[in-house]
């Protein structure tokens, strides 16, 4: 008897629990979702607003934007600097980064772990604030200031210690009887990276390509400091220029420029996720 | 097309491990030589060595009359299917057959049409644009074969060529690798562990322990007249019956029972001398009436082997083996009593050493086979 009244009590008591539960969870997850979200729909909308603010909101649709966007020379050649910036770096990092990583997974050296946690360590001090003052000196000396190659170097040796990093791992993971087999026909070691160590590192050296660009096209202060003359910079730097006459950033022009700047790097993604493809393919039977 | 000869060859690895430790071998031309031993004997490491994956530490190796010590892998002329196949997976079929003779810097077309023949030859010709993870695992050692063929190599090496294939396919393949052996007339060495391939395959076998050589001889030679207990208890899918015992007069006493004297040891044994006895599990018989100079002893296990059964009998403290007819089963406990014949036994010196006529003799011996199997014959 007790129990029978006890019982139904304790199970809505439980129910209603379950459903408060449910509803912090959705709002949590809503909140979560919306801190994602509206930044992304604000770089959606915006551009095609006439009078764009900091705040979503249905735009009144104009193209204006873009029109005066591309009528501003210097940001379509901006957008050109940034690619040659992008893909000297990635095709440097490329070829040195395969050539360190490889010797360091196929020769022993002693206190080869150590060396490379600490090339990974320091690396982030090149292209960080903290080591801007030295390598402005360096670059002036060097005679690479306002020097697209002195950017690309600087970003390149800034980069170059994570993707030995995480290639060696890609090179470690390839089974030696690819190379001994290549070996055995007399193949030569520059010769044996290419035909068959890059391939099988395929996968790596592409995730490693899209970082790089990423790294380098997001880059704003290894520019803005080693580069003098307006012509020169990048996109990211440009968007630093878009000021009203009255000094407040002009949003119309920043949101536009903002757009335009991120499409190649997620075309990028998907066109190499589609030819190359994060991933490993088999070939090996164990 | 050429013989392999090793000179006290001596790999040793960092720390002192001697991978393969003074060898004198001679493979001859043509011949299909396997090198039998079980995991972590070193026959790995010496074919490593004779590729030139492994740089040996003292020693000389020969391939023909070139001294190739010192030379490269690709400059020895050689071809090698690993345990893995090692195809390229981003190259298709054709292109895998095809990649020596493009390092050898041969035009497309001549190359594309002996990757083509090669692969015919090999039952692979519908296969050509495939990549290897689209091919079974039969299929992808034929390319890894066909890859070492089309490279035109004087000497094989395969390193455990039909470990990565299940059981039936293992069957086939070893057949197939025979036939081809035997059409191409190339030298040909191969590592495995698993006695029966070698036994099936090879015109004459090494078996190493610990990178030295223990036998070298015909498959015949290594199964009759094994020249140590190691050598003895390795080889045969069930293992010689080894059993301690001394010499009496013209027997050998085991656990107080006397069995006739192993012929080939007769006029080498000194009386009273600890020795070994030896008898295979298919040349002992069992009977279920007393006989002289049988082993008396009491049934405790039958195994069901198909076509026969092995009978494990318990004579003393021993537990022999003997495979008979699978007609016959013997209750379990009951009694029995089993005969050897003195010409198919053996015995072996208290160091393990086959106790006969020349036995003794080192076990490099590269002699061919032809004068030692027929005694065994006759």
New interface residues.
Partial sequence: MISSVIQPEAQSGVAVRKFLGLIGKTLFIAFVLAFFTIPVLWLVMAPFDAHPQLAVKVPEFTLNNFVVLFTDSSALSSLGNSVVLALGTMVLVLVLGSLASYSLSRVRIPGREILLYSLLLLSSIITGTAAMVPTFLLMVRLQLIDSTLGVILVMGAGILPTVIFILKDFMDST?K??E????????KPL?ILW??VV??A?PGLATIAVWAVVQVWGNFLVPFILLRSPGKAPAAVVMYTFYTEGGQPDLALISAFSLVFSLPVIAMYFFVNRRYGFRF?????? | MASITTESLVKEYPGGMRGVDGLDVKINDGEFFALLGPSGCGKTTLLRTIAGLEQSTEGKIFIGERDVTMLEPGQRKIAMVFQDYALFPHMSVEENIAYPLKIQKVGKEVRLARAAEVAEALALGGLLKRRPAQLSGGQQQRVALARAVASNPSVFLLDEPLSNLDARLRLEARTFLKRLQQELGVTTVFVTHDQAEALALADRIAIMKAGKLQQLGSPREVFQRPANTFVASFIGSTPMNLVDGSVHGSSVLIAGQAVPLPESAVGHVTDGQKVTWGGRPEYLSLTTEARSGALQGTVTVAENLGAAMLIAVEVGEHLIQVIVDEDVEPELGTTVWITSEPRRTLLFDEDGERIAAGAVAPAGDATPDAQESMVSLA
């Fill in positions: 089974p009887s690819f001994e087999s290549a070996r055995l026909y007399g193949a010769r035909d068959v391939p099988l395929r393919h088999g070939g090996i039977k164990s």
